[in-house]
């Protein structure tokens, strides 16, 4: 892949690009920061990490 050209990277990478239409993905750029926080949260409770979710 390092010697390849880069239309054969591009080609490469198309398909992961072109099916990323999870509702992540489609959300608006200012909304995955809160995700990512409250999936952080809510995993640290799973785990019984309460100083952890008090942290976060």
Do not use: C, W
């Amino acid at each position: 892949m390092a010697r390849a050209k880069q239309d054969e990277r591009l080609a490469f990478f198309d398909p992961y690009v072109a099916q990323d239409s999870s509702p992540v993905a489609a959300s608006p750029p200012g909304l995955r920061g809160p995700r990512h926080l409250s999936s952080t949260r809510l995993e640290r409770h799973h785990l019984g990490n309460i100083t952890g979710v008090q942290a976060s």
